[in-house]
């Protein structure tokens, strides 16, 4: 079945550092991948998603690319700010089949947890 | 729009109460969910129906039941809690367009504790 791996938390950064969660998957076929956030006291909003091999994703400064070959889809932010502190999951849609939906059955990662200090 | 409405946000129940999470949409999405989250666990589907009068299982149904009588409204039900059910219950509609990969919209979450 699908499955969805993410490095493990917290993590906590200072202000404007440079941010990587890791994240890879094990599907067959090309799912489709996606970063939600949760905010404290929150349910989750999409942040990027990535439908096909070598896209890029990008919202809010956030990035990822989807990487068949080595089945990840890494999320990176160049200057982080206290505002980013949240949990960030990591998540999987698929894969589809010809003419087919998943109907936005989600597999999630565990999620990890961002704490960024002034 | 309020988009994705749970209620309510705290309950606590003791072992063999039942009770029923209210889940209410305004974005005319075909597609719901049930999804609950525990520490370390991330979010895993229980329920889900692609629309009025359709509903199946998702990765962890039992102790669940769940109706879709219109398209607005998809209540989860507990028949009889257990303390294994204490988490945080989120529902999430969506498009049913997009061969699925129309982003869910999430509601604020149920913390609900069974004693």
């Known amino acids: 079945g699908n499955s969805v791996t993410q490095m493990e938390g917290p993590v906590t950064l200072s202000e404007e550092a440079f941010l990587t969660i890791n994240c890879t998957y094990t599907a067959t076929g090309y799912p489709s991948l996606f970063w939600y956030v949760q905010y404290p006291g929150e349910g989750l909003q999409l942040l990027l998603k990535a439908t096909k091999a070598d896209d890029k994703g990008s919202n809010k400064g956030f990035e990822a690319t989807y990487r068949k070959e080595t089945t990840s889809f890494h999320l990176e932010k160049g200057s982080v700010q206290v505002s980013d502190s949240a949990v960030y999951f990591c998540a999987l849609i698929g894969p589809h089949n010809a003419g087919g939906t998943s109907y936005g059955k989600l597999t999630f990662g565990q999620g990890t947890i961002l704490t960024v200090h002034p | 729009n309020a988009g994705v409405t749970q209620t309510p946000k705290f309950q606590v129940l003791k072992t063999g109460q039942s009770m029923t999470l209210q889940c209410a949409q305004d974005m005319n999405h075909e597609y719901m969910s049930w999804y609950r989250q525990d520490p370390g666990m991330g979010l895993r589907l229980i329920h889900y129906?692609?629309?009025?009068?359709?509903?199946d299982q998702g990765e962890v149904p039992n102790g669940y039941n769940v109706s879709r009588s219109t398209t607005e409204d998809f209540p989860l039900r507990l028949l009889s809690a257990a303390p294994s059910q204490t988490s945080v219950y989120f529902c999430?509609?969506?498009?049913?367009?997009?061969?699925?990969?129309?982003?869910?919209?999430f509601g604020n979450g149920t913390r609900l504790t069974v004693t």
């Open positions: 999430a509609s969506s498009y049913s367009g997009d061969r699925g990969n129309s982003p869910l919209h």
């Open positions: 129906s692609v629309g009025a009068g359709i509903t």
